[in-house]
């Protein structure tokens, strides 16, 4: 009798534990519980930690909360401007409510990576060549919005949409390097035409300041003569003085003759000194040259 009443409290203690064992179920930190009962849905979401449930009766479903990263694949598309381009992004994106994840979709991954997918064939058919490469902001809150609209509905929640890479035929790459460099080109030109106008500016300014002041004129004049003169080139140029020929513009004929036979003096006179100098040097290399033929 004792040992038939030991063996029943044994078997018990088995049919127990084994019961518990089917009936606990652990939920982590970063996930829930679905609970369906008969197929049918029970009120309540499981949190995290030590859980009880029906063994045969209650089916405990785990959703993972945290954000998940997923790659979309490139996508081959005709831009707005008829461009063939290649564009790959990636979506980062959680679950918020794990009953509608669980019934309202079979697979929430594959229906989310799909609808990624379409969304972007669809922006590169809206969009421009120029936006695709210079404003992916813009794109990619476009594509956010496109993709959360239906995701909502089935407990998931769009984080972040990034489009990667914009791949683009050969073609397209030389030719938009032959406009860069033209592009680069003009704006050279631009620079280059604004700083000879503020330079003929500053001439202007100049001219007019010095027009007004004949002896910062004159000044000038000297100053250019002298920074000639110390380059030791065997010619120096004199401007001819401008004075002179306000004057003769103004002269009568018989004046501007008279003025004419001066300047005529004046330079025959500068030129006495370096004639009268050669004709002295030339006295003095005859006689070393008659020495010379006596020599030889």
Wanted: aromatic share 4%.
């Amino acid at each position: 009798m004792g040992e038939a009443l030991a063996v029943a409290v044994i078997a018990l203690i088995c049919v127990f534990g084994i019961y518990g064992l089917a009936a606990a179920r652990v939920v982590k930190q970063y996930e829930r519980g679905v609970v369906f009962r008969f197929g049918r849905l029970r009120e309540g979401i499981r949190g995290p930690g030590f859980q009880l449930i029906l063994p045969f009766v209650d089916r405990l479903s785990k959703v993972n909360m945290q954000i998940v990263t997923m790659p979309v694949p490139a996508q081959d598309g005709i831009t707005r401007d008829n461009v063939t381009v290649r564009v790959d992004a990636v979506i980062y994106f959680k679950v918020v409510d794990a009953a509608d994840a669980m019934i309202r979709v079979e697979d929430y991954r594959f229906a989310v990576s799909q609808m990624a997918q379409t969304s972007l064939r669809s922006i590169i058919g809206k969009s421009d060549l120029d936006d695709l490469l210079s404003n992916r902001e813009k794109l990619n809150e476009g594509l956010e919005l496109m993709i959360d609209s239906p995701a909502i509905g089935w407990g998931v929640q769009i984080d972040r949409v990034e489009i990667k890479d914009v791949s683009l035929p050969e073609t397209m790459k030389r030719s938009m390097a032959r406009q860069a460099e033209a592009d680069r080109e003009r704006r050279a030109r631009v620079i280059n035409a604004d700083a000879e106008l503020q330079a003929s500016k500053k001439l202007s300014e100049a001219a007019r300041q010095m027009a007004g002041q004949p002896a910062a004129l004159q000044l000038r004049l000297l100053q250019t003569v002298v920074a000639v003169a110390a380059e030791k080139n065997s010619t120096l140029v004199l401007p001819f003085p401008v004075e002179l020929l306000r004057y003769l513009e103004r002269a009568t004929p018989a004046e501007a003759e008279q003025a004419v036979q001066a300047v005529a003096g004046a330079v025959e006179s500068a030129q006495e000194p370096e004639t009268k100098k050669a004709e002295s040097e030339e006295k003095r290399e005859q006689p070393t040259r008659g020495r010379e033929k006596q020599t030889v």
